[in-house]
């Protein structure tokens, strides 16, 4: 299966802890697991576990249209 997940900051926190938890869990199982966020500092976590990882910039003048 291939997923998407979408975390906007990949800091210390449980969002982004239970993130990379399920990402490796998910990846041993053979899935395709991808990850949009804003940036942090777990980020070269994902990237070396060999977790793809999507830079957005985040702008909330977009949600207005």
């Known amino acids: 299966m291939r997923l998407l997940f979408i975390n906007e900051k990949l800091g210390y926190t449980g969002t982004s802890s239970y993130t990379l938890d399920l990402s490796v869990a998910l990846r ?29 910039k985040f702008n909330p003048f977009s949600w207005l249209k």
């Open 28 to 56: 041993k199982g053979g899935d395709e697991i991808r990850i949009c966020t804003t940036g942090g500092d777990l980020r070269e976590v994902f990237t070396g576990l060999g977790i793809e990882t999507y830079f957005v």
